[in-house]
């Protein structure tokens, strides 16, 4: 036995009446096919089965208790009449080979008087798919707020209000319908979930109302056959957008819209009747509407920050309405450039396992995620373009654009290292070889200088010196023997050009 077993907390019933009560589990094999039982909680906390699926029936409760196993729907019914003020107890229904197996516990009061009570009514919706709770007609008067709430074991905990509550898990996809004539209104939620499974009540008024409103059995299936869509889609400012909507291509549904979700109600913005909403004419429209595959696309334009928020695409067929709900993100900058290398693209939490772009395809200037749908927006509305190329995923669509770029890398970058590599190979033995040589010519000179000061030589009648342009100054300075010797200061070079013979003898003879 496993999942989850829900019905309701309390009964109450009459002397001589009748209850009915309903449990219900969740369709899988396992629960399907296993005993179910019904039985009284004694003093000794032991729960002794008064009926049970494999034909036991109490002889305290013969001839007035009855089971009924639904499994195809997920539930089984008890019913006990003929009431007695001994009755009153707690009970449990149950799924198990004994009692202390997947139950839910429940209490039983029996008085003198007391109002009917009619059956719970069963809802059921796939998970990610939405349902319609219809509320019956009451009070026809606008002034009583309309509320949902969830049963448990403290009471019913509020979901959401006219007043404009709603619950942190059900923002964006709950809303209550305004009340029609009859007083009749209806609760629309869309992207179940599991933990959605429960008891609920809609109802006018306080919580607190002394009226018994009826009591929904929301059964959300595990097994869905919906595919997950996102539930974001990202636009920005003066930029477009699309949203693809889907809806059941069998369920002929009569209209097709698009709203803003706002406070557990929703604006309608666009239909495709001709619909428009006055402070978004000229910027909003439904594009294309396929049949065939049942969806149809909203075409959103002129994006402002304001335009933010959630939004509703529903399919609608008497009381029945199919929904889902997207939220949109807009972005205040464009992130495109001229230059795609100097581009940068700022990326909304999306992915999609595909993309539909070209290379040429440079301003990007907003994406859209929408049920499923992912779609790449321009600054201009985009009415005549087919929702089938409009691009899929942020990421993908700057590699995808910049693909140009991406097929020269490999053979321009190891080219550009290569050179780079090259000169400055270049420049390292240009500035060894000139090193070595000013350091060659610099020894020459100063062994020649040596040389001519300590012989005693006068330069100027003996040698001709070339000198090049440089600061460098030639200092006269005498011995203490009163010779002259010119000394060379400086960083420039000279170049002894020519040496008389005498003087070249005399500098061989001293080594």
Not at 124 to 138: A, D, E, F, K
Not at 261 to 272: F, G
Not at 319 to 344: G, W
Not at 394 to 422: C, D, N, Q
């Amino acid at each position: 036995v496993s999942s989850t077993l829900y019905g309701s907390r309390f009964l109450t019933g009459e002397v001589g009446g009748s209850v009915t009560h309903q449990c219900f589990y969740s369709i899988i094999p396992a629960n399907k096919h296993d005993r179910k039982y019904w039985c009284k909680v004694a003093g000794n906390r032991v729960c002794y089965t008064i009926i049970s699926t494999t034909g036991y029936t109490s002889k305290d409760y013969a001839g007035r208790v009855s089971l009924e196993d639904i499994p195809q729907s997920g539930t089984f019914t008890v019913t006990m009449t003929e009431l007695k003020k001994s009755d009153t107890g707690t009970y449990r229904c149950g799924i198990g080979t004994t009692n202390r197996d997947l139950y839910v516990s429940l209490n039983l009061t029996v008085l003198a008087d007391a109002g009917a009570l009619g059956p719970t009514e069963l809802v059921q919706g796939q998970l990610r798919g939405s349902v319609t709770v219809l509320c019956p007609p009451g009070d026809t008067k606008g002034g009583k707020k309309r509320f949902w709430c969830k049963l448990g074991r403290t009471g019913c905990t509020l979901i959401a209000d006219t007043d404009g509550y709603v619950g942190k898990s059900y923002q964006g996809r709950i809303f209550i319908t305004p009340q029609e004539s009859s007083g009749a209104f209806k609760i629309l939620i869309n992207d179940l979930k599991k933990e959605d499974s429960g008891l609920y009540m809609c109802g006018r008024g306080r919580l607190s109302s002394r009226e018994s409103p009826p009591v929904v059995a929301l059964q959300v299936t595990a097994a869905s056959t919906l595919p997950k869509r996102p539930k974001f889609l990202s636009g920005t400012v003066g930029g477009s957008l699309s949203v693809k909507c889907h809806y059941d291509p069998k369920g002929n549904y009569e209209k097709k819209y698009l709203c803003r979700w706002k406070e557990a109600s929703c604006s309608l913005l666009v239909d495709v009747d001709g619909f428009v909403h006055q402070s978004y004419k000229g910027r909003i429209q439904i594009a294309s509407s396929d049949q065939e595959n049942g969806t149809y696309t909203v075409v959103m334009s002129h994006l402002r920050e304001e335009d933010a928020g959630w939004y509703w695409c529903g399919a609608k067929k008497g009381h029945t309405e199919h929904t889902s709900s997207v939220k949109l993100r807009i972005q205040k900058e464009s992130c495109s450039s001229q230059d795609p290398e100097t581009s940068s693209l700022v990326k909304p939490t999306l992915s999609s396992p595909s993309v539909y772009s070209t290379p040429t395809q440079r301003s990007i200037t907003g994406l859209t995620h929408a049920t499923g749908t992912v779609t790449e927006s321009t600054s201009t509305l985009l009415p005549t373009a087919r929702p089938s190329t409009f691009v899929t995923s942020p990421s993908e669509i700057y590699h995808e654009s910049s693909s140009g770029e991406s097929r020269l890398l490999p053979v321009v970058l190891p080219a550009l290292i290569l050179l780079i590599f090259i000169t400055i190979t270049i420049l390292v033995l240009s500035k060894i070889k000139l090193q070595k040589e000013t350091g060659e010519e610099r020894s020459t000179i100063g062994n020649v200088e040596a040389t001519l000061i300590g012989a005693g030589l006068n330069p100027v009648k003996e040698q001709t010196v070339e000198e090049t342009p440089s600061p460098e100054k030639a200092h006269d300075c005498r011995t203490d023997s009163g010779k002259r010797r010119w000394v060379f200061s400086g960083t420039g070079t000279a170049n002894v050009v020519s040496l008389g013979r005498r003087q070249r003898k005399e500098i061989l003879s001293r080594g």
